[in-house]
């Protein structure tokens, strides 16, 4: 299943994403969920085509919860030792965005980056103090996301926290897959001025993070309860690199689909 949050003339709804996953956007509808997706899922009679309505975040989390170094060779790409636990750090709920919501290059930096990521949406049970079995019942679903860094800030800092937490630097989309197999999925990102052009900057898979999925939502619910709707990133495969006013970069996970945002420069 498919879980979207989108804009539509009467206002903002929950929804299921209806069709064939391969299918374009113009084959696809989404059928309005009565009131929100966690727990039993009622639909209204409302639907519309995919094209008319605006997609944006999937989920408005109360933290997102981030993982450094989650693969060897992006911890290489920075010469730094790959941790021997998880390590954590903190994006505020307003650095996420939705697709196609413009990427802001804030004035602060002189080399934001972009970090293609599978990111893990906990559902109605939340999870406080959770092995890795019942860490796996506590995950609603899986979606896309950037974890837009200003990489100067990070070095100069010392401390990631300014680095991490810009306004938009989290896009999060398109929409909430569940009942997803996330064990071997692809995970590329591509960056370009031209659709018909772009380059692939990031290509990784997920078996080949340093911890998985059950073992982070384990880990994290030790050191700060996980409530429904908080995101988890696990990490970035290496090749990250600069992101310029006028780029789109673009996440792509198999199974999820693709997570589309302009760059612009903030005056």
């Known amino acids: 299943m498919r879980i979207v949050r989108f804009a539509h003339a009467k206002g903002m709804s929950f929804g299921v994403v209806e069709g064939e996953p391969d299918a374009g956007p113009g084959a696809l509808t989404v059928a309005e969920i009565e009131g929100h997706p966690f727990g039993?899922?009622?639909?209204?009679?409302?639907?519309?085509?995919?094209?008319?309505?605006?997609?944006?975040?999937?989920?408005l989390p109360s933290k997102v919860v981030a993982v450094g170094r989650n693969y060897v060779e992006h911890a290489a790409e920075h010469g730094a030792e790959v941790p021997s636990e998880p390590l954590l750090f903190l994006k505020p709920s307003t650095s996420v965005i939705g697709?196609?919501?413009?990427?802001?290059?804030?004035?602060?930096?002189?080399?934001?980056?972009?970090?293609?990521?599978?990111?893990?949406v906990i559902g109605v049970t939340g999870a406080r103090r959770v092995d890795r079995a019942t860490a796996a019942k506590a995950i609603f679903g899986y979606t896309a996301a950037n974890d837009v860094t200003a990489?100067?800030?990070?070095?100069?800092?010392?401390?990631?926290?300014?680095?991490?937490?810009?306004?938009?630097?989290?896009?999060?989309?398109?929409w909430i897959v569940t009942d997803l197999d996330v064990s071997d999925v692809e995970v590329r990102c591509e960056v370009g001025r031209n659709p018909d052009q772009m380059e692939v900057r990031q290509l990784g898979r997920t078996k080949d993070m340093v911890f998985d999925v059950p073992t982070l939502v384990s880990y994290i619910s030790h050191v700060m309860t996980l409530l429904p709707g908080d995101v988890i990133l696990t990490g970035t495969p290496a090749g990250v690199s600069q992101l310029t006013d006028g780029d789109t970069?673009?996440?792509r996970i198999d199974g999820i689909g693709e997570l589309s945002n302009p760059v612009v420069a903030l005056d």
């Open 249 to 251: 970069v673009t996440v």
């Open 40 to 59: 039993e899922i009622k639909l209204t009679n409302a639907r519309w085509a995919l094209a008319d309505v605006r997609l944006v975040s999937p989920i």
């Open 151 to 174: 990489r100067d800030l990070q070095r100069a800092d010392g401390q990631w926290t300014r680095a991490k937490s810009f306004d938009s630097f989290c896009p999060i989309g398109p």
């Open 99 to 120: 697709p196609r919501d413009a990427i802001r290059l804030p004035t602060q930096s002189k080399r934001v980056e972009h970090e293609a990521e599978l990111a893990v």
